[in-house]
């Protein structure tokens, strides 16, 4: 009897709306710090994002600005203000949808926070494994030097490197026919 008359009273209601607004302001400053997280490492990582992204309206971004990240994040920040401010709308309107918005996206966060940081490898260990793929990537198709030099473009024709004076000889006739043809 006297549980009932407790749960009745003016003083246990508001415990009880105080305690809800508490998780709710709880659960929306999570949303914002798990996707502040996530912003940073996406930053910190942006050399092996476009590999490791597993969004893919996230790769098309990356890929739309030439590999940069910034278009990436500044969706990302957008998306979360609108986030925020739409549970902070509901919360003042609509009490109940708020609730199973804010529950909804929470559990979301906290998941990916989870998948960053816990699930398998880490989020570090996974860019190192790819910048260390890259390295090995690169060291393996090294570009081939060009020559730029015009006196280069004598090599281009076929002639005898195994006696270097033939060559020689080849060079300075190329340029001696070039200096009487180029005079007015």
């Given at each position: 009897?006297i549980?009932?008359?407790?749960?009745s009273?003016?003083?246990?209601?508001l415990?009880c709306?105080?305690?809800?607004?508490?998780?709710?302001g709880?659960?929306?400053?999570?949303i914002g710090?798990?996707?502040?997280?996530d912003?940073?490492?996406?930053?910190v990582?942006?050399?092996v994002?476009?590999?490791?992204e597993?969004?893919?309206?996230g790769r098309?971004?990356?890929r739309?600005?030439?590999?940069?990240?910034?278009?990436f994040m500044?969706?990302?920040v957008?998306?979360?203000?609108?986030?925020?401010?739409?549970l902070?709308i509901?919360?003042?309107y609509k009490?109940?949808?708020a609730?199973y918005?804010?529950?909804g996206?929470?559990a979301f966060?906290?998941?990916?926070?989870w998948?960053?940081?816990?699930?398998?490898t880490s989020s570090?260990?996974?860019a190192e494994?790819?910048k260390k793929?890259r390295e090995?990537?690169?060291?393996?198709?090294q570009?081939?030097?060009?020559?730029?030099?015009?006196?280069?473009?004598?090599l281009?024709?076929s002639?005898?490197?195994?006696?270097?004076q033939?060559?020689?000889q080849?060079v300075?006739s190329e340029i001696s026919?070039?200096s009487?043809?180029?005079?007015?």
């Amino acid at each position: 009897m006297i549980l009932l008359e407790t749960m009745s009273s003016p003083e246990y209601y508001l415990d009880c709306q105080m305690i809800k607004r508490i998780i709710y302001g709880f659960l929306w400053i999570s949303i914002g710090f798990i996707s502040a997280i996530d912003v940073y490492w996406s930053i910190v990582l942006q050399d092996v994002l476009i590999d490791t992204e597993v969004n893919p309206i996230g790769r098309y971004l990356i890929r739309a600005s030439d590999g940069q990240v910034a278009l990436f994040m500044l969706c990302k920040v957008m998306g979360l203000v609108v986030v925020l401010g739409v549970l902070t709308i509901l919360y003042n309107y609509k009490r109940k949808l708020a609730w199973y918005a804010i529950l909804g996206v929470a559990a979301f966060q906290f998941w990916l926070l989870w998948y960053l940081n816990a699930a398998g490898t880490s989020s570090l260990q996974k860019a190192e494994k790819y910048k260390k793929q890259r390295e090995t990537e690169l060291l393996k198709f090294q570009p081939t030097i060009t020559p730029v030099m015009p006196a280069d473009t004598f090599l281009k024709r076929s002639t005898d490197f195994t006696n270097s004076q033939n060559h020689a000889q080849s060079v300075e006739s190329e340029i001696s026919n070039k200096s009487t043809t180029t005079r007015p």
